[in-house]
């Protein structure tokens, strides 16, 4: 496992930019189901637990049925 050291003002930048939600609903389709999750769960990991949330939603807008975010 990498270690990794976190600068707290780049993480509120990369927060403040991925809790749009204007860019998960124009982006959060365009991206897989593991890069979605992946994004997902580093902001849940800042506390970012809303906009988490709302990345899953949009991507899942267009999933296949047998994809993993499929509603």
Same mark, same amino acid.
């Given at each position: 496992m990498? @270690?990794i @050291?976190?600068?707290s003002?780049? %993480? %509120?930048? +990369? %927060?403040? #930019? +991925?809790?749009? /939600?204007d860019? /998960? =609903?124009d982006?959060?389709? &365009? +991206? @897989?189901c593991?890069?979605?999750? !992946?994004?997902?769960?580093?902001? &849940?990991a #800042?506390?970012? @637990?809303a /906009?988490?949330d709302?990345?899953?939603? !949009? $991507? /899942?807008? !267009?999933d296949d049925e047998d994809?993993?975010h $499929? =509603?």
């Amino acid at each position: 496992m990498k @270690t990794i @050291t976190i600068d707290s003002n780049p %993480v %509120v930048a +990369f %927060v403040d #930019v +991925f809790e749009e /939600a204007d860019l /998960a =609903r124009d982006m959060g389709p &365009r +991206f @897989t189901c593991g890069e979605v999750e !992946a994004l997902s769960d580093l902001l &849940r990991a #800042v506390g970012a @637990t809303a /906009a988490a949330d709302y990345w899953i939603e !949009a $991507h /899942a807008t !267009a999933d296949d049925e047998d994809d993993q975010h $499929h =509603r």
